[in-house]
């Protein structure tokens, strides 16, 4: 990895999913780079190396986004259209970590072809464990591609 590359973006807004996200991943495995926004738009601006991001080499895309749907500005959905849209970017998986267990939501990300869907586990534990199974299949499980 690039030393401005990061092994996970993770767009959250809710600062109490960010703490427990973020102590999950260090715990199962302390090197994993992560890089939190709260907001799409900031999502996107780090993707493709704009505005507060500019200095950012994007020729080294992250293994693994988990992306909330429901963020101000820009939502989760269009931040996965951005993202699927770009021919580099695409392949990178993509996860849903979201409150909604809304099928019209589920099956709208999966058209917009979102590598998963996982609704965020009210308990502590489950969240936890939720996000340990997510990011132990995604980076450690299945093959990426490599820029």
Same mark, same amino acid.
């Given at each position: 990895?690039?030393?401005?590359?990061?092994?996970?973006?993770?767009?959250?807004?809710?600062?109490?999913d960010? &703490?427990?996200?973020?102590? %999950? =991943?260090?715990? @199962? +495995?302390?090197? #994993?780079?992560m890089? !939190?926004v709260?907001?799409?738009?900031?999502?996107?601006n780090?993707?493709?190396?704009?505005?507060?991001?500019?200095?950012?080499?994007?020729? &080294?895309?992250?293994?693994? %986004? =988990?992306?909330? @749907? +429901?963020?101000? #500005?820009?939502?989760? !959905?269009?931040?996965?259209?951005?993202?699927?849209?770009?021919?580099?970017?695409?392949?990178?998986?993509?996860?849903?970590?979201?409150?909604?267990?809304?099928?019209?939501?589920?099956?709208?990300?999966?058209?917009?072809?979102?590598?998963?869907?996982?609704?965020?586990?009210?308990?502590?534990?489950?969240?936890?464990?939720a996000?340990?199974?997510?990011?132990?299949?995604?980076?450690?499980?299945?093959?990426?591609?490599?820029?």
């Amino acid at each position: 990895m690039k030393p401005n590359g990061i092994d996970v973006l993770i767009a959250e807004d809710d600062s109490s999913d960010r &703490e427990i996200i973020s102590r %999950v =991943i260090k715990k @199962l +495995k302390p090197d #994993i780079t992560m890089q !939190f926004v709260e907001d799409g738009i900031e999502a996107v601006n780090f993707l493709f190396g704009k505005e507060q991001y500019s200095h950012r080499t994007i020729s &080294e895309t992250p293994k693994l %986004v =988990i992306i909330d @749907l +429901k963020m101000p #500005i820009m939502g989760g !959905f269009e931040v996965l259209e951005k993202i699927k849209a770009d021919e580099d970017m695409c392949v990178v998986p993509v996860v849903i970590l979201t409150s909604s267990s809304q099928s019209s939501d589920l099956k709208k990300a999966y058209q917009m072809k979102a590598n998963s869907y996982v609704v965020k586990p009210i308990k502590f534990e489950d969240f936890s464990h939720a996000v340990e199974k997510i990011v132990s299949y995604w980076l450690f499980t299945n093959e990426i591609i490599h820029h």
